[in-house]
């Protein structure tokens, strides 16, 4: 009597590891869409953090205004950089790739821009925020306001 050998798996072994690599995605997708939306908001808070010490400096100099465009009237106005990496304030223009020459917008992680809000020109408080993430519904905006 001659024993026959079985070659390959049976398929109730291959649905038993379909199975298990299934409820280990289902586990790790969602955990790793967390670490990425934490991921953004750290770089919004650094990129805010950024840009906040910059026009704080301006700020304590009393020089925000001649960051400011002509005719800035308290509403919302993009940030920029030149092409010395210096920061600087203008109309919004989209977000642009950084590889593209300069002056560019500063974007968020959402690929939105940042927006600097001086309410009162005569005085030298301002707000930098990010509208936030648009897949949440309603948005929260990050936001730095700098109060004198």
Known sequence: ????????????????AV?????ISAIAIPLYEGYITEARYGTAQKDI???????????LDNDLGALEPTGYAGTTIG?????????????????????????????????QMYEYTRADVGRRDYTVCTPGDPSKSPAEPFCATRTF
């Open 79 to 111: 940030v920029f950089t030149d092409a010395s990496g210096q920061i600087v304030l203008g109309a919004p223009i989209g977000c642009l790739p950084k590889a593209t020459s300069a002056p560019f917008q500063y974007c968020d992680p959402w690929n």
């Open 19 to 23: 199975a298990i690599l299934a409820i």
């Open 49 to 59: 953090a950024q840009i906040d010490l910059v026009l704080n400096d301006l700020a």
């Open 1 to 16: 009597m001659s024993v026959r050998r079985q070659y390959g798996f049976s398929l109730i072994e291959i649905m038993i």
